[in-house]
């Protein structure tokens, strides 16, 4: 097996009247790792399923190894050497991972030889920096081991190239030096070239040679990765120059003061089991207190007991007063959220945007006039949060469902954050928004901190932790396992935490 040089050439897909892909030209070298990125919508995902056969381009050329190809299908790709880690799980859950790697290929004979095809899947296994049972089923690993399983996969496809899509998204620093450490040991040796989809600059600093920006679909911006800056890359992907931010890591002295007191929490997972056990947290006027761990520790049920949506044992308090998360205690005690997939979790989507703006004050004054809502009221709040908390829409009476994933994002954060927010709960807030509206996201959150609020965020990001909190506690088998200040944090001890490792 060796590296594939790949070569893209005024790259043009439409869909209907919308161009996804103008002119994109690109070159990957044979033997290197080459970083592809772009804010959402930017075209990354319809590049690479052009490359991967899913959709075929309405002009330009391809070209591997200096010949021109046509990649009409995915089998096509799969024959050129082509493969790709999909950022969502492609594994068959009831089925070990030998027999999920063994059953992928192309073309399977009428009678497997099982025992030829574990001595060449474990030929592989034995040079990964990782150990992986290959007879556990996929059902029970966790989100990590199924990503390595995911790249254990491709090399046993015998891919030449390899496209990675936000891969490090479900694992612990440790197990992203893993990973991407081994892709571009692959590509040194000339064994595999690679395209790294990322939003992460340390990630692309770290381990890509050259790097291309896409912005509305077309590149705006390629070169070696030690000739651009990280602010290079970031204004070429969204257009403008960056703004500076005021003070992110300049925080006010936190005082001793708490705002929200968790005691002896217990929650049941949807299987009946306990997913959070004997958790006890504090969290101070003023302070970001950031929940790292690796999806599926206890995270979601944690968050989902603390604003009601989810039975819990314990004692859940704001300054002193019982809190259940009831419509009533949530206005009077100050507590809002910001929740993973907002559209799913805190809109309905079939409603206006104006009407989901006023999801939690359509019943006091000055929306509700005696026994009436004002529509006037309504509406006259609507335009300002859209205004002040920069929404794109098609208009205030536009379903909430035909907006865009960022633009949701800071509907949710305009109707959360103009209530008296004293105690914020935010669970992966920026999960799959793109660059701008994750800056904004942190914006506000930083506001909300500044003004005195408490606030607790959960996020498998562990880079966005250390940039906005105060405080991290690691989280690991429902239970918190570590704690640590914001300024004295390591990134790899807390990585062995969220692994489960213990560190002395």
Same mark, same amino acid.
Request: aromatic letters at 4%; a neutral charge.
């Given at each position: 097996?060796?590296?594939?040089?790949?070569?893209?050439?005024? &790259?043009?897909?439409?869909?209907? /009247?919308?161009?996804?892909?103008?002119?994109?030209?690109?070159?990957?070298?044979?033997?290197?790792?080459?970083?592809?990125?772009? @804010?959402?919508?930017?075209?990354? +995902?319809?590049?690479?399923?052009?490359?991967?056969?899913? *959709?075929?381009?309405?002009?330009?050329?391809?070209?591997?190894?200096?010949?021109?190809?046509?990649?009409? +299908?995915?089998?096509?790709?799969?024959?050129?050497? %082509?493969?790709?880690?999909?950022?969502?799980?492609?594994?068959?859950?009831? &089925?070990?991972?030998?027999?999920?790697? %063994?059953? #992928?290929?192309?073309?399977?004979?009428?009678?497997? $030889?099982?025992?030829?095809?574990?001595?060449?899947?474990?030929?592989?296994?034995? /040079?990964?920096?990782?150990?992986?049972?290959?007879?556990?089923?996929? +059902?029970?690993?966790?989100?990590?081991?199924?990503?390595?399983?995911?790249?254990?996969?491709?090399?046993?496809?015998?891919?030449?190239?390899?496209?990675?899509? =936000?891969?490090?998204?479900?694992?612990?620093?440790?197990?992203?030096?893993?990973?991407?450490?081994?892709?571009? @040991?692959?590509? @040194?040796?000339?064994?595999?070239?690679?395209?790294?989809?990322?939003?992460?600059?340390?990630?692309?600093?770290? *381990?890509?040679?050259?790097?291309?920006?896409?912005?509305?679909?077309?590149?705006?911006?390629?070169?070696? !990765?030690?000739?651009?800056?990280?602010?290079?890359?970031? =204004?070429? &992907?969204?257009?403008?120059?960056?703004?500076?931010?005021?003070?992110?890591?300049?925080?006010?002295?936190?005082?001793?003061?708490?705002?929200?007191?968790?005691?002896?929490?217990?929650?049941?997972?949807?299987?009946?089991? $306990?997913?959070?056990?004997?958790?006890?947290?504090?969290?101070?006027?003023?302070? %970001?207190?950031?929940?790292?761990?690796?999806?599926?520790?206890?995270?979601?049920?944690?968050?989902?007991?603390? &604003?009601?949506?989810?039975?819990?044992?314990? =004692?859940?308090?704001?300054?002193?007063?019982?809190?259940?998360?009831?419509?009533?205690?949530?206005?009077?005690?100050?507590? *809002?959220?910001?929740?993973?997939?907002?559209?799913?979790?805190?809109?309905?989507? #079939?409603? +206006?945007?104006?009407?989901?703006?006023?999801?939690?004050?359509?019943?006091?004054?000055?929306?509700?006039?005696? %026994?009436?809502?004002?529509?006037?009221?309504?509406?006259?709040?609507?335009?300002?949060?859209?205004?002040?908390?920069?929404?794109?829409?098609?208009?205030?009476?536009?379903?909430?469902?035909?907006? #865009?994933?960022?633009? !949701?994002?800071?509907?949710?954060?305009?109707?959360?954050?103009?209530?008296? !927010?004293?105690?914020?709960?935010?669970?992966?807030?920026?999960?799959?928004?793109?660059?701008?509206?994750?800056?904004?996201?942190?914006?506000?959150?930083?506001?909300?901190?500044?003004?005195?609020?408490?606030?607790?965020?959960?996020?498998?990001?562990? $880079? @966005?932790?250390? #940039?906005?909190?105060?405080?991290?506690?690691?989280?690991?088998?429902?239970?918190?396992?570590?704690? !640590?200040?914001?300024?004295?944090?390591?990134?790899?001890?807390?990585?062995? *935490?969220?692994?489960?490792?213990?560190?002395?």
């Amino acid at each position: 097996m060796s590296a594939l040089k790949l070569e893209l050439s005024n &790259m043009t897909k439409r869909f209907g /009247t919308t161009t996804a892909l103008n002119q994109v030209s690109l070159a990957v070298r044979a033997g290197s790792v080459h970083a592809l990125l772009g @804010e959402n919508g930017a075209g990354k +995902s319809t590049l690479v399923k052009c490359l991967v056969g899913f *959709y075929q381009p309405d002009e330009g050329a391809i070209s591997v190894d200096g010949q021109l190809k046509q990649i009409a +299908s995915p089998k096509d790709a799969d024959a050129l050497g %082509i493969g790709m880690v999909y950022q969502h799980f492609t594994l068959v859950p009831s &089925m070990t991972i030998a027999e999920n790697l %063994i059953v #992928s290929g192309a073309k399977l004979p009428k009678l497997i $030889d099982w025992r030829r095809e574990l001595e060449r899947l474990t030929s592989i296994t034995t /040079t990964l920096p990782f150990s992986i049972d290959l007879n556990v089923r996929t +059902s029970q690993l966790s989100a990590g081991e199924k990503q390595k399983a995911e790249l254990i996969k491709q090399l046993y496809l015998g891919r030449r190239l390899l496209i990675l899509d =936000e891969p490090t998204s479900v694992l612990t620093p440790g197990e992203a030096e893993q990973v991407l450490g081994y892709v571009r @040991e692959l590509t @040194e040796s000339g064994r595999l070239s690679a395209i790294l989809i990322t939003h992460k600059f340390d990630e692309v600093r770290r *381990y890509a040679d050259d790097v291309t920006v896409l912005r509305r679909g077309a590149a705006v911006r390629s070169g070696p !990765v030690n000739c651009l800056t990280n602010g290079q890359m970031a =204004e070429a &992907m969204i257009g403008a120059p960056l703004t500076q931010e005021s003070g992110r890591r300049a925080r006010p002295a936190c005082k001793h003061n708490p705002v929200f007191t968790v005691r002896n929490l217990t929650v049941k997972g949807d299987i009946g089991l $306990d997913a959070v056990k004997g958790l006890d947290l504090d969290i101070n006027e003023g302070e %970001i207190v950031g929940v790292a761990g690796v999806s599926g520790n206890g995270q979601m049920e944690m968050v989902e007991a603390l &604003m009601g949506q989810r039975d819990r044992i314990g =004692e859940v308090k704001v300054r002193g007063t019982d809190f259940r998360g009831t419509r009533s205690e949530i206005a009077s005690l100050g507590v *809002y959220g910001l929740p993973q997939e907002p559209l799913k979790n805190a809109c309905v989507p #079939s409603m +206006s945007l104006s009407e989901n703006l006023a999801l939690r004050n359509f019943d006091r004054a000055p929306l509700q006039k005696g %026994i009436f809502l004002d529509r006037k009221a309504l509406m006259e709040q609507a335009q300002h949060l859209v205004k002040q908390f920069k929404v794109k829409t098609g208009g205030l009476d536009s379903r909430m469902n035909t907006l #865009s994933g960022g633009n !949701v994002q800071r509907a949710v954060l305009g109707r959360e954050l103009s209530q008296d !927010v004293r105690v914020l709960i935010a669970s992966n807030p920026t999960f799959g928004l793109d660059f701008l509206a994750c800056e904004e996201t942190h914006r506000r959150i930083l506001e909300a901190r500044n003004t005195g609020a408490g606030v607790l965020l959960v996020s498998e990001d562990l $880079d @966005e932790l250390l #940039s906005l909190v105060d405080r991290v506690v690691v989280m690991s088998a429902g239970r918190i396992v570590y704690e !640590v200040s914001a300024e004295q944090a390591e990134k790899q001890v807390i990585g062995k *935490y969220m692994a489960g490792e213990s560190v002395n």
